[in-house]
T-cell receptor, first 111, second 113 residues
């Protein structure tokens, strides 16, 4: 079973607040990803990293930022949350065969 | 550019019936192909994957998929549906530049008693 964790699982927060979504993996994977997914919809890649100090923007433009200071940790930050940021955020990491292991997700609601 | 198309955003079957979820891909190089399942309010879980070798791949929960290069397809099947199979299913192909997966739009499977 994959060891990738996301906290919090659910977050309700007011407009304008700064938030950080945490993602950690214990598998030693170099590659990590953040996806945004609206309920019942497809996944959109918003950020990815191929290793420490490496971050790239994904296919969907996002106002969020990420950092990769440690291999196991890939947090996502929103400096000023807005209702349009309401969504589910999924973190994943992958091995050399590109199989991605997903965390349980964070469901964010911005009021 | 690579892409994945899942035919049918919603499939409904009766319990015990055959499950067939369709996936077609485009790729200029031999692809790695994946099927993932997502239950409500959860992340994605790998069902099965094709990298090289045998084209019929068996996965968890009785699912299998066959890689057909001539048809650029990787359809997911299960001989007998169970109520617990109701979920969202995603097909994905690996990006030729390495690392990223390109996901299809997803197919919601409903299982009727």
């Amino acid at each position: 079973e994959a060891d990738i964790y996301q906290t919090p699982r659910y977050l309700v927060i007011g407009t304008g607040k700064k938030i950080t979504l945490e993602c950690s993996q214990t598998m030693g994977h170099d590659k990590m990803y953040w996806y945004q997914q609206d309920p019942g919809m497809e996944l959109h890649l918003i950020h990815y990293s191929y290793g420490v100090n490496s971050t790239e923007k994904g296919d969907l433009s996002s106002e969020s930022t990420v950092s990769r200071i440690r291999t196991e940790h890939f947090p996502l930050t929103l400096e000023s949350a807005r209702p349009s940021h309401t969504s589910q955020y999924l973190c994943a990491s992958s091995d050399f065969l590109e199989e991605q292991y997903f965390g349980p997700g964070t469901r964010l609601t911005v009021t | 550019a690579q892409s994945v198309t899942q035919l049918g955003s919603h499939v409904s079957v009766s319990e015990g019936a055959l499950v067939l979820l369709r996936c077609n891909y485009s790729s200029s190089v031999p692809p790695y192909l994946f099927w993932y399942v997502q239950y409500p309010n959860q992340g994605l879980q790998l069902l099965l994957k094709y990298t090289t070798g045998a084209t019929l791949v068996k996965g968890i929960n009785g699912f299998e998929a066959e890689f057909k290069k001539s048809e650029t397809s990787f359809h997911l099947t299960k001989p007998s549906a169970h109520m617990s199979d109701a979920a969202e299913y995603f097909c994905a192909v690996s990006d030729i530049q390495g690392g990223k997966l390109i996901f299809g739009q997803g197919t919601e499977l409903s299982v009727k008693p």
